[in-house]
Every structure is written in structure tokens, then in C-alpha cells.
């Protein structure tokens, strides 16, 4: 049986790059805006929220950032990627904060239809209590043989790789203890998809599964990551 995992904090990133740089995107920077505010204005974004940062002047810099949900959800346009943050995510936010994602990949193909994708990398952390199980009792599994002569053991963890399979072009697990809560549990999934093999508008429902197999994988589950 697999043990439960009751999330108490949640972040997810997105890094999605281009198959190379775009630097029409900024020729009319004027009319990325516009499509950026069209597709999110439904999930409540403001002119207020929109920004256009030129960094140091470099192209690498570039970008125009919307902010959404009380600066819960970010979205960096730049000239060789799209970036997208989730910060404390709730049960409830999964499905809008995804949906928000997508139209934003939508507004990005309005302004540039040609515009390819190389890759989209996904991170998700999660910090959660363990039901039935210690966080140490159940890091044992998977860190054995602990040196002794220095000091005490008061917990383990681990990073395991895996190399490409099916659309995914790598992926990771990291389990620790956590930072954030005492006696929690620190599980960081990060997965890389092959941009040709998966659309954006699938991600939010690519991203679910994955983060559902990864913890099947591991014995553990997530009640709640959304209905995708």
C-alpha cells in the first residue's frame, strides 16, 4: 500500500525552449503584450501586472513578465524561452493555474504562429507529512549502509536519474528531508519532454501523470493533484 504524502507546500516550474532563439518575438514587443493580456485578462490579469524588463541590455534578459493569482503564478516570455512559475500551490489552484499556463503558450503561438519548441522541462516540489510512516523510516528504503564515526544518523536522502523513455527525454526524483517542515518529507520531481512529442496545451495534464507515476513508482501518493 502506498503511503500518503499530505502536501503542505507545493511549487512547480516550467521551462519551455524554443528550438532557437526568437528574436522576432520582441520586433513588436507592443503586440506580445497584447496577446498576453487578451488570453490571461480571464484569469484576472492587470496592465498593472505586466512588465517589460531589459535587464543589462542583453538579449538573455529580454523579457516580458505577467503576473497573475497574487504573484502566485509568473510568466516570463524571453527571446529563447518561456518560463512559468507556480508558487504555493493548492488542490484548488491546480486545474485554473493550469489552464492560465496554456493560454499563455497560446498567446505566445498568436504573436509568432511559426514558433517551435525544443523541450519542456517540469519541476515539481512538494513538502508533505507522511501517513503511517516517518520521514526517516521511509528515507531508509532507499539510503542504506550510512558511514558511522560521524555522529549520530537523523536522516538520509537521495537523487535518483533516469535516462530517456517513451517522450520523456530525462527525468529525476529527489527525496530529503525536509527544510520547511519538522519531521516532513522532500520529494522534487523534475521530468524533460521531447517538444515534439508533446504539445504545450498538454503539459498541465502531462505534468499530473508524471508527478502520479513518479510517486507510484516510490510507494507513495498524492490525494489531490487536480482533475487533468
Known amino acids: 500500500m502506498p503511503l500518503t504524502l499530505n502536501v503542505a507546500k507545493a511549487d512547480l516550474s516550467i521551462e519551455s525552449a524554443f528550438a532557437q532563439p526568437e528574436f522576432g518575438l520582441f520586433r513588436d514587443t507592443p ?25 543589462g541590455g542583453n538579449m538573455a534578459e529580454l523579457h516580458v513578465a505577467c503576473h497573475l493569482f497574487n504573484f502566485r503564478l509568473g510568466v516570463l516570455v524571453r527571446t529563447d524561452k518561456v518560463e512559468i512559475a507556480w508558487l504555493d500551490v493548492r488542490d484548488t ?96 520531481t523534475y521530468v524533460v519532454w521531447d517538444a515534439n512529442k508533446v504539445e504545450p496545451s498538454a503539459l498541465p495534464a502531462r505534468a499530473t501523470a508524471f508527478v502520479r507515476h513518479s510517486f507510484d513508482a516510490f510507494g507513495l501518493e498524492v490525494p489531490a493533484l487536480g482533475s487533468s
Open 31 to 55: 503586440g506580445l503584450v497584447e496577446h498576453l493580456f487578451r488570453r490571461l485578462q480571464p484569469y484576472g490579469l492587470r496592465i498593472q501586472d505586466m512588465k517589460i524588463d531589459r535587464g
Open 93 to 188: 489552484d491546480v486545474d485554473q493555474f493550469g489552464a492560465a499556463s496554456v493560454e499563455a503558450f497560446s498567446a505566445v503561438k498568436d504573436h509568432k504562429p511559426a514558433v517551435t519548441f525544443r523541450s519542456h522541462a517540469l519541476g515539481v516540489a512538494m513538502h508533505g507529512t507522511l501517513e503511517g510512516s516517518s520521514t526517516r523510516d521511509y528515507l531508509s528504503r532507499f539510503a542504506q549502509n550510512v558511514p558511522g564515526g560521524l555522529g549520530p544518523p537523523t536522516g538520509s536522502g537521495g537523487v535518483m536519474y533516469f535516462g530517456a523513455e517513451d517522450d520523456r527525454v530525462l527525468s529525476s526524483v529527489t527525496l530529503d528531508v525536509s527544510g520547511v517542515l519538522s519531521e516532513g518529507l522532500f520529494v522534487r
